[in-house]
C-alpha cells in the first residue's frame, strides 16, 4: 500500500469491514487491530496545515460503545518561537469529534503553544506520512527516511468513551517518561501498562498510578532522540508491549480528543528534545536561591515546642539548616488556614517564623486543598468560601462532600484563595512563611467510595483523629539552647465501559466523585488529572500576591503537563527502605530531564 507524505496527494486504498463487536471490560488486542477504522476523504493542504475528514468505515467496532462516524482531522508543521539550530521541528496532529462539544483540555489550564506562520513542511526536520483506508499515519525523518511513529495495521478506534492509537516501535525500545510511576527510568517494554489517573498512592505502591499525569515519552535510538507528547487530561492506561520481535505503544483513553504533538528531537545531541518539549509546556520555574539549601521536613511533629527543638539541635549540632517545614501537624482538627489552639498556637507559632528569620532561615507550611464542612461554625475559610460559592458541586448541584473542595475554574477562586492566604500567612498578624507546600491534591479523600455517607465514615475512621499527647504549656520556652545563626454526549462516567487500571479501583474511589461539575460545567471525569496542577498554579499566583516580585517555592504532590512552569514537586510518601531509594532516582530523573519539573525531590528518611 502506497504511503503520502503530507504535501503530497493520497492514494484512495479498498476499506475492509470487520465484525461488530460487543461492549466488554476487556478485548484483546488482535480483536482492536481487526477493527475497520477509517478512511480519510476530503483532504486538503494550505501552505504547512493538512485537514481531512475521518468517515467510519462500515458499521465500525463499537467496542467499548458506538463508534463516532465523522472525526476531523488537522495537521500543522509548527516551530516553535525560541531559538534553534535545527529545522522546523514540531508538528502537531489533532483527530477529533466533528460536533463540537466534545471536552479539550481548557487553553487556560494548558496554553497552546505558538508557531512560526512561515513553516514549511519542505523546512521540517520530521515529515507527516498517511494512508487514506483503512486511514493510518506515521512520522518519520525527512534526512533518513526513518520511521519514528507509525498506526499502520492498528486502526484508529474512537467512541464517546473510548480511544486507541496504537504505535510499532523497534523491538525493545528505549523509552522514557509517561510518568508518574515506580518504573526505571527507561521503561521496561514487556507488557508494561502505565495508567495516568491521579490517586493518593501513600506508600508508593509499586506498578500502580500514582499522583501525576505527563503523557509525554522520548525515544532514544542509535539514531537520534524523539519525542511524542498527547495532550489529553482524561484517564488512560498505555500499553507497552513486545511480541514477535517488536514493540508496540498503545493508548487506551476515556474520554477527550487525540491532541499529539510530534516532536523531531534531534540526531545528535539527545537532550535538543527535551528543549523541544519545553517549548511547548512552559520551561521552569525560576526558585528563590535559598531553595537549594538544606531542608527539614517529617510529618508528626507532636507540637510547637517539638518543631522548636528541631530547630534547635541543628544549631547544636553545626548542621547548616536552611528551611524548616511543618506538615498537618499544625492544624486545627485537620482544618486548612487554622493552627490548634493548644499545641501549635498562633503567637508561638509567629515566634518560630521570627527567629527562622532572624536567623536568615526560612519556614514552609502544608496547606491542603480540602475545606472542612461546617455550616454553623465559626470557621472562616469554609464561610467565606460559601459565601462566594466556590466549591465544586456533586452532580444534583450541592457542595461535593467527602470534605469540600475549591473549584479551580470558578471566576472567583483567585479571590477566593489570595484572600485566604493573606489572612493566615500575614506578616503582621499570621505565619510569615516563605514557601508552600501541597498535599492532597489529586485530590484525595479518605471517603470509602461510593462514599454515601462521608460524616459516618469520618466518625468510623476518627477522623480528624485525635491528639495522642497533652498539650505544651503555652508558656515553654524555646531555642534557649541554640546560639548559632541557622457540553458533553450523556456518558457512564461513573463505570466507563473501559476501565483504566486504576489501583484504587473505581474512578472516584478516595477522591472527588468524578460526576461532580465545575463552576464552567465541566465534570470532574475529564479534568480530575489537571486539578492538582490548577491548585499549585492557584497557590503561586497567591505567593505572588503576598511577595509581588519576589520568586516563590511552591512543592506538590499532584502534576500535570506544564506545572514545571510555575512550581516544584516532591514524589510523595515513599517509605524509608532501599527499593523506595532506588525508584525515586528515576522519578527524579524523570521529572527534571522529560517532564520539566527540575526542582524534583523525594523524602530522603521517608514519609
Known amino acids: 500500500m502506497r504511503r503520502q507524505a503530507f504535501y503530497k496527494l493520497a492514494a484512495s486504498t479498498l476499506a475492509f469491514q470487520a465484525p461488530l463487536l460487543s461492549a466488554a471490560t476487556t478485548v484483546d488486542s488482535a480483536a482492536l487491530d481487526a477493527c475497520s477504522g477509517y478512511a480519510a476523504r476530503n483532504i486538503k493542504t494550505f501552505g504547512a496545515t493538512l485537514s481531512a475528514d475521518l468517515v467510519l468505515n462500515g458499521a465500525g467496532c463499537a467496542v467499548y460503545g458506538p463508534d463516532i462516524k465523522t472525526l476531523d482531522l488537522k495537521v500543522v508543521y509548527e516551530t516553535g518561537v525560541l531559538l534553534n539550530p535545527y529545522p522546523d521541528t514540531r508538528i502537531h496532529v489533532k483527530i477529533t469529534d466533528s460536533t463540537p462539544s466534545r471536552y479539550e483540555v481548557p487553553e487556560t489550564v494548558f496554553p497552546r503553544p505558538n508557531s512560526n506562520p512561515s513553516t514549511s513542511p519542505k523546512s521540517s526536520a520530521i515529515q507527516f506520512n498517511y494512508t487514506t483506508s483503512p486511514f493510518a499515519f506515521s512520522i518519520f525523518r525527512t534526512s533518513t527516511q526513518e520511521v519514528l511513529f507509525s498506526t499502520a495495521s492498528h486502526p484508529l478506534i474512537f467512541e464517546p468513551q473510548y480511544l486507541r492509537v496504537k504505535t510499532n516501535l523497534p523491538n525493545d525500545a528505549n523509552i522514557y517518561g509517561l510518568g508518574e ?30 499522583y501525576s499525569n505527563h503523557p509525554v ?3 532514544h535510538r542509535k539514531t537520534g532522540t524523539h519525542g511524542v507528547f498527547l495532550l489529553n487530561s482524561n484517564g488512560m492506561d498505555i500499553k507497552l508491549t513486545n511480541s514477535g ?13 487525540l491532541d499529539f504533538y510530534f516532536l523531531a528531537g534531534s540526531t545528535t545531541d539527545p537532550t535538543e528534545v527535551s528543549r523541544q518539549y519545553a517549548e511547548i509546556v512552559g520551561t521552569p520555574a525560576e526558585v528563590p536561591y535559598w531553595s537549594f539549601g538544606f531542608h527539614q521536613c517529617r510529618f508528626g511533629y507532636k507540637d510547637f515546642v517539638d518543631v522548636a527543638n528541631v530547630i534547635t ?24 488556614f487554622t493552627v490548634d489552639p493548644q499545641y501549635f498556637p498562633l503567637n508561638r507559632m509567629r515566634e518560630i517564623v521570627s527567629y527562622l528569620h532572624g536567623h536568615d532561615q526560612k519556614y514552609i507550611l502544608m496547606t491542603d486543598p480540602a475545606v472542612a464542612y461546617t455550616p454553623g461554625e465559626d470557621y472562616g475559610t469554609y464561610n467565606r468560601g460559601t459565601e462566594l460559592d466556590v466549591w465544586l458541586k456533586a452532580a444534583n448541584g450541592s457542595d461535593s462532600l467527602g470534605l469540600v473542595w475549591p473549584d479551580w475554574f470558578h471566576p472567583k477562586v483567585t479571590e477566593f484563595w489570595n484572600n485566604e492566604f493573606a489572612l493566615f500567612y500575614s506578616p503582621d498578624t499570621g505565619i510569615d512563611i516563605d514557601g508552600v507546600w501541597i498535599d492532597m491534591n489529586d485530590p484525595a479523600s479518605f471517603c470509602v467510595y461510593p462514599c454515601t455517607d462521608p460524616f459516618q465514615q469520618a466518625i468510623d475512621q476518627q477522623l480528624p483523629p485525635p491528639r495522642t499527647s497533652a498539650p505544651p ?32 479501583g473505581a474512578l472516584s474511589s478516595k477522591t ?11 465534570v470532574e471525569y475529564d479534568v480530575h488529572n489537571l486539578y492538582g496542577t490548577m491548585m499549585s498554579t492557584a497557590t503561586q499566583e497567591a505567593m505572588l500576591s503576598r511577595r509581588p516580585g519576589e520568586r516563590t517555592l511552591v512543592i506538590t504532590r499532584s502534576t500535570f503537563a506544564g506545572a514545571g512552569n510555575k512550581v516544584g514537586k516532591w514524589l510523595g510518601d515513599n517509605l524509608s527502605d532501599w527499593p523506595h531509594y532506588r525508584i525515586s532516582i528515576a522519578g527524579m530523573l524523570g521529572f527534571a530531564t522529560i517532564y520539566q519539573v527540575p526542582m524534583i525531590g523525594s523524602d530522603i528518611c521517608g514519609f
Do not use: Q
Open 512 to 522: 472527588a466523585s468524578v460526576d461532580s461539575k465545575h463552576y464552567n460545567g465541566l
Open 313 to 336: 539541635n541543628y544549631s547544636i549540632a553545626d548542621i547548616p539548616l536552611e528551611t524548616m517545614w511543618t506538615d498537618i501537624d499544625y492544624m486545627d482538627r485537620r482544618r486548612i
Open 181 to 210: 510511576h515506580t518504573n526505571p527510568f527507561r521503561l521496561p517494554t514487556d507488557n508494561t501498562t502505565l495508567t495516568l489517573w491521579s490517586r493518593d498512592a501513600y506508600g508508593i505502591p509499586a506498578g500502580t498510578n500514582l
Open 245 to 257: 520481535g517488536k514493540t508496540t505503544l498503545e493508548y487506551n483513553v476515556i474520554g477527550g480528543v
Open 473 to 504: 504549656d503555652p508558656d515553654t520556652p524555646i531555642f534557649i539552647n541554640s546560639s548559632k545563626n541557622l457540553n458533553i454526549v450523556k456518558r457512564d462516567i461513573l463505570s466507563p465501559p473501559y476501565n483504566i487500571n486504576n489501583a484504587a
Open 217 to 219: 515519552y522520548f525515544e
